[in-house]
């Protein structure tokens, strides 16, 4: 599975962005997705992951602020991005997990990274 992420940008606080990750293959349905992030000089983080039946599991900075989803149909999850704050600043990445478990633990692929950009 081949994963691309798109949609970073700069925004001012308070506004909005969208980002999407295109994935490549057929089994995309089968994969949990997932949105980390990792700021300037931090650790990457969990943000968001949505599994193979559409069920939720956002890092509690985002919830309620963030919707992760998905379209089986066109391989794409998306991450809505409301609310955002200077803190929301970093490199965001998609990752794709095959497993049972959810939320997965391990990713398995991992897109390359948007960097969104949130001005105060």
């Known amino acids: 599975v081949q994963l691309q992420a798109s949609g970073g940008g700069l925004v001012q606080a308070g506004g909005s962005l969208t980002l999407s990750c295109a994935a490549s293959g057929r089994t995309f349905s089968s994969y949990a997705m997932g949105w980390f992030r990792q700021a300037p000089g931090k650790e990457r983080e969990f943000v968001a992951a949505i599994s193979r039946y559409s069920t939720r599991h956002y890092a509690d900075t985002v919830r309620g602020r963030f919707t992760i989803s998905r379209d089986n149909a066109k391989n794409t999850v998306s991450l809505q991005m409301d609310s955002l704050k200077p803190e929301d600043t970093a490199i965001y990445y998609c990752?794709?997990?095959?497993?049972?478990?959810?939320?997965?633990?391990?990713?398995?692929?991992w897109g390359q990274g948007t960097l969104v950009t949130v001005s105060s």
């Open positions: 990752a794709a997990a095959m497993i049972s478990v959810f939320p997965p633990k391990d990713y398995d692929y």
